[in-house]
């Protein structure tokens, strides 16, 4: 037990040690601004139908249980303020980066698995480039640039949602529901959203990257690095989004 937690210590600090590497490769030329746009269309324009589904999926279920548990107190009206709020500062952000886990982080972890494993990371470091900052920087980059975008999407859908289930099945006033959302609603809590997504897309992009380039034993490897990637990439998702609710909640709201 005392071996297996000081060998978790230590990739702790062997993916401290990569994410340093990473940032340092952000200001090294060449600046190939076309595997950047590349790996944006990839992983952020090809998973907008998951976003779309996941967040009208949240944001009708929400709305559900929020008539139901208001209407008894009448005041079903706070559900459109209460849906809005909520997927901005918490549900968007969070589905949606555990969607893109799923779905990319996965894919990354995978594929630079296999590159580790059929010797193509080895190919390139013989010809004298970098695999962090030909492979791993162009993912962090747009990950850091879609997840909030598909976040926006995220809670654009998931208001929409919501506004249907409490108008079209609930009969709820749609102007007095809108009027009273958008003057619950403010800035800071759509902000605080993307700010928290931006975050988790450059904490899911470094952890699958890192798992990946780290795989070896073949296909057996490169399952196990995806499957770790994963795991970890969700549970410090979790973790973070307390600490980045925390401190925002002391700055922003106090």
């Given at each position: 037990?005392?071996?297996?937690?000081?060998?978790?210590?230590?990739?702790?600090?062997?993916?401290?040690?990569f994410?340093?590497?990473?940032?340092?490769?952000a200001?090294?030329?060449?600046?190939?601004?076309?595997?950047?746009?590349?790996?944006?269309?990839?992983?952020?324009?090809?998973?907008t139908?998951?976003?779309?589904?996941?967040?009208?999926?949240?944001?009708?279920?929400?709305?559900?249980?929020?008539?139901?548990l208001?209407?008894?107190?009448?005041?079903e009206?706070?559900?459109?303020?209460?849906?809005?709020?909520?997927?901005?500062?918490?549900?968007?952000?969070?589905?949606?980066?555990?969607?893109l886990?799923?779905?990319n982080?996965?894919?990354?972890?995978?594929?630079?698995?296999?590159?580790r494993?059929t010797?193509q990371i080895?190919?390139?470091e013989?010809?004298?480039?970098d695999?962090?900052?030909?492979?791993?920087?162009?993912?962090?980059?747009?990950?850091?640039?879609?997840?909030?975008?598909?976040?926006?999407?995220?809670?654009?859908?998931?208001?929409?949602?919501?506004?249907?289930?409490?108008?079209?099945?609930?009969?709820?006033?749609?102007?007095?529901?809108?009027?009273?959302?958008?003057?619950?609603?403010?800035?800071?809590?759509i902000?605080?959203?993307?700010?928290?997504?931006?975050?988790?897309?450059?904490?899911?992009?470094?952890?699958?990257?890192?798992?990946?380039?780290?795989?070896?034993?073949?296909?057996?490897g490169?399952?196990d690095?995806?499957t770790?990637?994963?795991?970890?990439?969700?549970?410090?998702?979790?973790?973070?989004?307390?600490?980045?609710a925390?401190?925002?909640?002391?700055?922003?709201?106090?």
């Amino acid at each position: 037990m005392f071996k297996f937690i000081i060998e978790k210590f230590e990739e702790i600090g062997r993916y401290f040690e990569f994410v340093g590497q990473t940032l340092r490769c952000a200001v090294k030329k060449p600046f190939r601004i076309g595997l950047y746009f590349y790996e944006m269309e990839h992983l952020g324009v090809n998973s907008t139908h998951i976003i779309v589904l996941s967040g009208l999926a949240i944001g009708m279920i929400f709305s559900l249980q929020m008539v139901s548990l208001l209407q008894p107190f009448q005041a079903e009206l706070a559900t459109g303020a209460a849906v809005a709020v909520a997927m901005g500062r918490e549900f968007a952000p969070v589905i949606t980066t555990l969607m893109l886990i799923a779905k990319n982080g996965s894919a990354m972890a995978a594929e630079l698995g296999t590159m580790r494993v059929t010797e193509q990371i080895d190919a390139l470091e013989s010809m004298s480039v970098d695999p962090i900052h030909y492979l791993v920087l162009p993912r962090v980059v747009a990950s850091v640039v879609v997840y909030p975008a598909l976040t926006m999407l995220s809670n654009l859908v998931g208001v929409f949602g919501a506004y249907f289930i409490a108008t079209a099945l609930y009969g709820i006033d749609n102007a007095s529901y809108l009027d009273y959302m958008f003057d619950v609603l403010k800035p800071k809590d759509i902000y605080i959203g993307l700010i928290k997504s931006a975050i988790m897309g450059f904490i899911v992009a470094t952890i699958s990257c890192f798992f990946g380039l780290k795989a070896t034993q073949g296909a057996k490897g490169v399952g196990d690095g995806a499957t770790k990637a994963v795991v970890a990439s969700s549970v410090s998702i979790l973790l973070a989004d307390y600490v980045l609710a925390t401190l925002m909640m002391s700055i922003i709201f106090k």
